[in-house]
């Protein structure tokens, strides 16, 4: 191993350390309350030195978050990896996102930033590519799947892939962070079990878009 080599093996390992302690006080605190003193002491590195790596506290968020990002991406891999008709392979997508969010409820959170402008103003144009480049990956697998149905005629022509795939994001996405914030209201004041509308949400969008065929073949799938 050559020098270069090895000084850039050395650099990226320093990288996924501060990326660990960071994560640790940011699952901890949040961005708003968190530190980049905090970060350094955990990471055993001076405040100077995690900024020779990241430009800002933002930055630092942004590379935790990107972890959240590549596992949901590689949840939503393995779910298509697996020989199951389109639909079904749609409607699975919808269980694994939850998954995600019930076992990776950190990084699920994480993903409320871009719902906050005046953080945005922090981040490094570099970090916000590397978060545009991961996120459009994961969007790619959803949207082709759906085209794919399209192909195999079993959702209908006139569906654009890249509306549905919002619209069943959105639908999803709103539910659980109703479950996040406030699952015992709509359970014990509404009497409403969420995990039962969302399956019931997903269900339905996934009906409006299928052929009438395919709801004779897949009627499993129609709630």
Not at 132 to 137: A, H, M, P, T, V
Not at 163 to 190: G, K, P
Not at 203 to 216: F, H, N, Q, R, Y
């Amino acid at each position: 191993m050559g020098i270069t080599e090895r000084k850039e093996r050395e650099k990226e390992h320093r990288r996924e350390e501060i990326i660990d302690a960071a994560q640790k006080i940011f699952f901890q605190k949040g961005l708003l309350v968190a530190t980049m003193d905090e970060i350094a002491e955990a990471a055993e590195l001076s405040k100077g030195t995690l900024y020779l790596y990241y430009k800002s506290k933002e930055d630092l968020y942004l590379a935790v978050m990107l972890r959240g990002t590549e596992v949901l991406a590689d949840i939503f891999g393995k779910v298509l990896s697996k020989d199951h008709p389109t639909l079904k392979t749609i409607a699975n997508l919808g269980e694994a996102y939850y998954e995600f969010f019930k076992e990776h409820r950190n990084y699920f959170r994480m993903f409320y930033f871009f719902e906050n402008p005046q953080f945005h103003k922090q981040v490094s144009p570099e970090m916000l590519q590397s978060c545009s480049g991961e996120n459009q990956k994961v969007w790619k697998l959803v949207i082709d799947l759906i085209q794919r149905g399209i192909d195999e005629g079993v959702i209908q022509r006139d569906i654009d892939p890249k509306q549905a795939a919002v619209i069943l994001w959105a639908s999803s996405n709103h539910l659980m962070r109703q479950m996040d914030r406030e699952d015992t209201y709509w359970h014990d004041v509404m009497g409403i079990d969420l995990e039962a509308a969302f399956r019931k949400a997903n269900a339905m969008i996934l009906e409006s878009m299928m052929t009438e065929d395919a709801k004779v073949r897949f009627h499993e799938l129609v709630p």
